[in-house]
């Protein structure tokens, strides 16, 4: 199996990035819009921030009774996320999204947003490979 790299899978992405003090609101309709389960949030030097998700809509603000239209994604965001460059492999970037139990994760090159990894953008022998390292380490 030849191994991908990031890379390849963000390749002419087009993505969806925020203002910390853009309402939850908002950036749901953004989301939406766009039918995906994540933004990046980004200051006024368009640094990555933050990643807000589906997930934090559900924990930090539904199940919190916080408005949404008064509601910053800057207070529910997940600060300083991880991320990997374009040239890890694909599988590698699986792994950590395994290990940190996140569904998204950001693709950044000196500082520079170039996309966002979802779950989804993995084939199947790079998930069967991860699952398969997993079930080794549960042997030993």
Same mark, same amino acid.
């Given at each position: 199996?030849?191994?991908?790299?990031?890379s390849?899978?963000?390749?002419?992405?087009?993505?969806?990035?925020?203002?910390?003090?853009?309402?939850?609101?908002?950036?749901?309709?953004?989301?939406?819009?766009?039918?995906v389960?994540?933004? +990046?949030? *980004?200051?006024?030097a @368009?640094a990555?921030?933050g990643?807000?998700?589906? /997930? $934090?809509?559900l924990?930090?603000? #539904?199940?919190?009774?916080?408005?949404?239209?008064?509601?910053?994604?800057?207070?529910?965001?997940?600060?300083?996320?991880?991320?990997v460059g374009?040239?890890?492999?694909?599988?590698?970037?699986?792994?950590?999204?395994?290990?940190?139990?996140?569904?998204? +994760?950001? *693709?950044?090159?000196? @500082?520079?947003?170039?996309?966002i990894l979802s779950? /989804? $953008?993995?084939?199947?022998?790079? #998930?069967?490979?991860?699952?398969?390292?997993?079930?080794?380490?549960?042997?030993?």
């Amino acid at each position: 199996m030849a191994f991908r790299v990031v890379s390849d899978l963000v390749h002419d992405q087009d993505v969806l990035t925020v203002d910390p003090a853009l309402s939850v609101r908002e950036a749901t309709r953004g989301m939406d819009v766009r039918n995906v389960g994540a933004v +990046l949030v *980004v200051d006024q030097a @368009g640094a990555l921030v933050g990643i807000f998700t589906e /997930r $934090d809509l559900l924990r930090r603000v #539904v199940s919190q009774g916080r408005d949404p239209n008064e509601t910053p994604v800057s207070e529910v965001m997940t600060p300083k996320p991880d991320t990997v460059g374009p040239r890890h492999l694909a599988v590698e970037a699986l792994r950590l999204m395994r290990e940190g139990r996140y569904r998204h +994760l950001p *693709v950044v090159d000196g @500082g520079q947003i170039l996309g966002i990894l979802s779950q /989804r $953008d993995f084939w199947g022998d790079e #998930v069967a490979c991860v699952d398969d390292q997993y079930e080794l380490w549960q042997r030993l």
